[in-house]
């Protein structure tokens, strides 16, 4: 059974940095497709960023692209999501899902990862 753990959520001044992690024990991440998803105050939960398993096509949410880099570590078990330029817009709580079989362009739609972490809060403020 598959278990996903986020961190490296916080506060953070508008521009600055943060790197989100997604540990997982259990099983290999890398043999699953892996999303970050966001979930805003009063708004539905969105996906950020995902990787594919096998080849790790990328992608990203128009509103992130040139700020948000996703990647993995297969020795680590680790999906990363470094974020830079942050924005208040930014804010919410960040989960990272799997899934082990999915058509990649839909993994932006949170419906049907098999596996999500616990989240980790992000905080962009002055």
């Known amino acids: 059974q598959l278990q996903l753990a986020e961190s490296g959520g916080g506060l953070v001044e508008p521009g600055g940095s943060l790197t989100l992690s997604c540990t997982a024990s259990?099983?290999?991440?890398?043999?699953?497709?892996i999303g970050w998803f966001r979930r805003a105050p009063g708004e539905e939960r969105e996906g950020v960023s995902c990787i594919n398993n096998g080849d790790d096509t990328t992608y990203y949410k128009d509103s992130v692209k040139g700020r948000f880099t996703i990647s993995r570590d297969n020795g680590k078990n680790t999906v990363y999501l470094q974020m830079n330029n942050l924005r208040p817009e930014d804010t919410a709580v960040y989960y990272c899902?799997?899934?082990?079989?999915?058509?990649?362009?839909?993994?932006?739609?949170?419906?049907?990862?098999?596996?999500w972490g616990q989240g980790t809060q992000v905080t962009v403020s002055s």
């Open positions: 899902a799997a899934d082990l079989v999915r058509v990649f362009r839909t993994c932006h739609i949170p419906f049907g990862y098999d596996y």
């Open positions: 259990g099983s290999t991440l890398g043999d699953y497709i």
